[in-house]
């Protein structure tokens, strides 16, 4: 594999008037990674992608797509990336296969050969002769995918790919995007939600407000990240909530019981003595993943990603 880094972004930013959508972000995507820009709405993720795919220029800081600069090579800098932003747009009253051959024509031609390939890659064959206009919003999404493969690219670049879809459909297009990256494929990928991105990606960088707060691995992440947290509702959750603090868990009153962070075995302990004490437990239900707690607790607005506690921020590679 060339050492050449798939992308490679030093310092980009993008404002518009007095908004920093992007704020001096470096990343570095290794050729053969699969790598998430993770961030809730509006941290900037849209516009680093933009500026990526040459939509935009950046006001500051250079970006290198292997090893291609839109300055020095204009459109060229896209050749062997292929991906979409937000949602790919086809002709709703032509069949899948006519929009893919369309693409294909416009492309040089060079993938058509390939209808039949990425029409199978995506799940699609059998349905490539229907219109596009009865595809389901899934569908449609992994035709997309389909006609960036017909370029046969070395990366992909997916907008929030899994967006808007219901749950099968998020389950396929992960299933998809692990196949491809499965295949030595490079893949960037944009989302605002960690579980997708912890299940499919090696490495993260997590925005907010256009800055960075974290880069780095998701085991390294991971090993940051707080214990579980569980929800519990019992017949005295008063009660509950001393024995738990009395075995060293940390208890948040909500509205309607408790939440209890700690260790599991601590947990299963904290349940056999409520019901050794006759406190009879009526609900135990997982929060949270770990991971995702730490994502809410590095983006959301009222906390400092700088706090010693996530002293995460600036882990760069
Ligand atoms: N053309 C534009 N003009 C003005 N502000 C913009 C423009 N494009 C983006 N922004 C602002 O830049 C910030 C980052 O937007 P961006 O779309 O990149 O975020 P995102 O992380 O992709 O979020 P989302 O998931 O909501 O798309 C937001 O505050 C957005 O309102």
Redesign the pocket.
């Known amino acids: 594999m060339s050492d050449v880094l798939a992308v490679d972004a030093v310092g980009l930013t993008?404002t518009?008037?007095t908004?920093?959508?992007?704020d001096r972000l470096s990343l570095q995507v290794g050729q053969g990674e699969v790598y998430g820009?993770l961030?809730?709405?509006?941290?900037?993720?849209?516009?680093?992608?933009?500026m990526l795919f040459g939509l935009?220029r950046p006001d500051a800081g250079t970006l290198h797509i292997l090893g291609r600069t839109w300055d020095e090579h204009g459109i060229r800098a896209l050749d062997g990336v292929a991906g979409f932003i937000?949602s790919p747009k086809f002709y709703p009253g032509l069949t899948g296969r006519k929009n893919l051959q369309l693409l294909a024509g416009l492309d040089g031609g060079a993938g058509r050969s390939r209808i039949d390939e990425v029409l199978e890659t995506v799940d699609l064959r059998g349905r490539e002769r229907d219109k596009v206009g009865g595809y389901s919003f899934g569908m449609r999404q992994r035709l997309g995918v389909a006609a960036s493969l017909l370029r046969d690219p070395r990366l992909l670049v997916l907008?929030?790919p899994a967006?808007g879809l219901d749950p099968a459909g998020i389950r396929d297009m992960r299933a998809l995007v692990k196949r491809l990256a499965g295949s030595g494929l490079t893949v960037l990928l944009?989302s605002?939600d960690m579980a997708e991105v912890e299940e499919i990606c090696d490495d993260v960088t997590i925005?907010r407000?256009?800055a960075v707060v974290y880069h780095g691995s998701i085991a390294a992440l991971r090993a940051k990240a707080p214990e579980q947290a569980h929800e519990i509702h019992t017949t005295d959750d008063e009660r509950a909530a001393l024995l738990a603090r009395a075995a060293e868990l940390e208890v948040t009153r909500l509205d309607d019981g408790l939440a209890v962070r700690g260790p599991q075995p601590q947990i299963d302990a904290l349940v056999a003595q409520l019901i050794g004490e006759g406190i009879a437990l009526r609900r135990l239900t997982r929060r949270e993943t770990p991971l995702e707690a730490l994502f809410f607790m590095l983006t959301e607005p009222d906390t400092d990603p700088a706090a010693p506690e996530l002293a995460i921020t600036g882990a760069a590679r």
Do not use: C, Q, W
């Open positions: 993008k518009y008037g908004l920093t959508a992007v820009v961030g809730p709405n509006g941290a900037g993720k849209t516009t680093f992608l933009r935009i937000e907008d929030e967006n944009s605002h925005m407000t256009g």
